[in-house]
């Protein structure tokens, strides 16, 4: 089975300019997730998918960032425009739907894209 | 506000000895635990979970312990091998909170041979 991909591996930008991540999760899973992971700390979730429907956006830099999920599969996440202090790993993630009371929601992970912003 | 906190950045351990890597949470609403584990350039793996109602949860060396009085988690790794060398984090999870996972900073795991 296919994992998480996403490109580009690296991105070397200057300040205030634009980027954009790519992310095709595990096939048939409904849920989506992007995550920003700064150097010597742990992920944060900045926007969840269900399908192509926004579930939680609310860590996400609405004045600079945004994602989208076309069809309910690929994924493409912007920074327009980017500032130092988003040099980070942005992570892609995908789970199958959640399940029942007694079950807990994994999720896969992608390699992982790291910004540089200079 | 940081409601999962790994306290210690890093662990050196010996190579057939016990690994034990701690987790603190604040937000008594966590109704599961998981540990993640990622090696460099690489996105992090599932490695472990455990449920709120539970205490222990083992699979192979790797073992979970919870204690839900304290708001504490711990992973066991019985022997610590140096393949296990990686950055360890902690995550939790409410289910009505659409599955969120919140992390931990992590734990950078070195098992020396």
């Known amino acids: 089975e296919a994992g998480v991909a996403q490109s580009p591996r690296y991105k070397i930008i200057e300040k205030r300019q634009s980027v954009a991540f790519w992310c095709n999760p595990i096939?048939?899973?409904?849920?989506l997730y992007w995550y920003q992971q700064i150097l010597g700390q742990g992920p944060k979730l900045l926007i969840q998918f269900q399908n192509n429907g926004v579930v939680d956006d609310s860590q996400l830099p609405k004045d600079r960032f945004s994602a989208e999920r076309l069809k309910g599969v690929d994924s493409t996440l912007k920074i327009q425009p980017a500032k130092l202090e988003d040099s980070a790993v942005y992570l892609c993630?995908?789970?199958?739907?959640?399940?029942?009371?007694?079950?807990?929601?994994?999720?896969?992970f992608g390699p992982g894209t790291r910004l540089t912003v200079l | 506000d940081q409601q999962v906190k790994q306290n210690s950045p890093s662990l050196s351990v010996q190579e057939g000895r016990i690994s034990i890597l701690n987790c603190d949470y604040t937000?008594?609403?966590?109704?599961?635990f998981l540990w993640y584990k990622k090696y460099p350039a690489e996105g992090p793996t599932f490695l472990i979970s455990?449920?709120?109602?539970?205490d222990k949860n083992e699979d192979g060396r790797f073992t979970v312990f919870l204690n839900k009085s304290a708001k504490h988690l711990s992973l066991h790794i019985v022997p610590s091998q140096p393949g296990d060398s990686a950055v360890y984090f902690c995550?939790?999870?409410?289910?009505?909170?659409?599955?969120?996972?919140?992390f931990g900073s992590g734990t950078r795991l070195l098992v020396r041979p």
């Open positions: 096939s048939g899973h409904a849920t």
């Open positions: 995550a939790a999870s409410i289910m009505d909170s659409s599955y969120k996972l919140i």
């Open positions: 993630a995908s789970s199958a739907n959640p399940g029942g009371v007694t079950s807990y929601n994994e999720q896969f």
């Open positions: 455990i449920s709120s109602i539970k």
């Open positions: 937000n008594s609403m966590f109704d599961y």
